[in-house]
Nanobody, 120 residues
Framework: QVQLVESGGGLVQPGGSLRLSCAAS????????MGWYRQAPGKQRELVAT???????NYANSVKGRFTISRDNAKNTVYLQMNSLKAEDTAVYYC??????????????WGQGTQVTVSS
């Protein structure tokens, strides 16, 4: 069974930093593009950042220069370093694996989400 488990969320003051982690299990992830998405109350889920198996990254304009996505394939873990946090970054952050290889072929998987709240 494919599982993605996020951690590292919490309450932080504006201008602060957090590092999210996403631990993956139950499949082969090193070939899969991975991503972080977020959903604020009353809004649709939106892309934050993605990283390919080769390490190429893509960011939403709203987080460019502040957030950094990275991956450790040996640990099946994806990270999101978030700096200079703003109130508008408050959301539930979700990890996504786009093409997880299992015995049944490729599948898409989501984590359960971790809350990030930026407030003074």
């Amino acid at each position: 069974q494919v599982q993605l488990v996020e951690s590292g969320g919490g309450l932080v003051q504006p201008g602060g930093s957090l590092r999210l982690s996403c631990a993956a299990s139950g499949g082969i992830f090193n070939l899969s593009p991975m991503g972080w998405y977020r959903q604020a109350p009353g809004k649709q889920r939106e892309l934050v950042a993605t990283i390919t198996s080769a390490g190429n990254t893509n960011y939403a304009n709203s987080v460019k220069g502040r957030f950094t996505i990275s991956r450790d394939n040996a640990k099946n873990t994806v990270y999101l370093q978030m700096n200079s946090l703003k109130a508008e970054d408050t959301a539930v952050y979700y990890c996504n694996a786009d093409q997880v290889l299992t015995g049944k072929g490729f599948s898409n998987a989501w984590g359960q989400g971790t809350q990030v709240t930026v407030s003074s």
